[in-house]
Nanobody, 124 residues
Framework: QVQLVESGGGSVQAGGSLRLSCAAS??????MGWFRQAPGKERAGVAAVNRGSGTTTYSDSVKGRFTISRDNAKNTMYLQMNSLKPEDTAVYYC???????????????????WGQGTLVTVSS
């Protein structure tokens, strides 16, 4: 059974940093991404990365502050989050798909597999 397990969430003050990890129980998927959902809001893409090409994409709200990466040998994806803001507070989800998404976009319905989510809280 496919499993995506996130870790690394927590509470931090504005301006701080956190690093999220997502470990996949099976093979390294073609495209993986991070999504987040704040209370009362829809789930939205944060960053995504393609295997092989290493192509990445970011939402405008996190560009320049967050960095997505993946270690295919370990079937693990990371999200380094710097200069965190209170508006980054959300549940962060790891997602993956068997498809190679090109152009690389973060559409919720394109991702078949999801983790359970990890809460990130940024206080002002």
């Amino acid at each position: 059974q496919v499993q995506l397990v996130e870790s690394g969430g927590g509470s931090v003050q504005a301006g701080g940093s956190l690093r999220l990890s997502c470990a996949a129980s099976t093979y390294a998927y073609w495209t993986m991404g991070w999504f987040r959902q704040a209370p009362g809001k829809e789930r939205a893409g944060v960053a995504a990365v393609n295997r092989g090409s290493g192509t990445t994409t970011y939402s405008d709200s996190v560009k320049g502050r967050f960095t997505i990466s993946r270690d295919n040998a370990k079937n693990t994806m990371y999200l380094q989050m710097n200069s965190l803001k209170p508006e980054d507070t959300a549940v962060y989800y790891c997602a993956a798909t068997d498809l190679y998404l090109s152009p690389l976009k973060m559409v919720v319905s394109d991702f078949k597999y999801w983790g359970q989510g990890t809460l990130v809280t940024v206080s002002s």
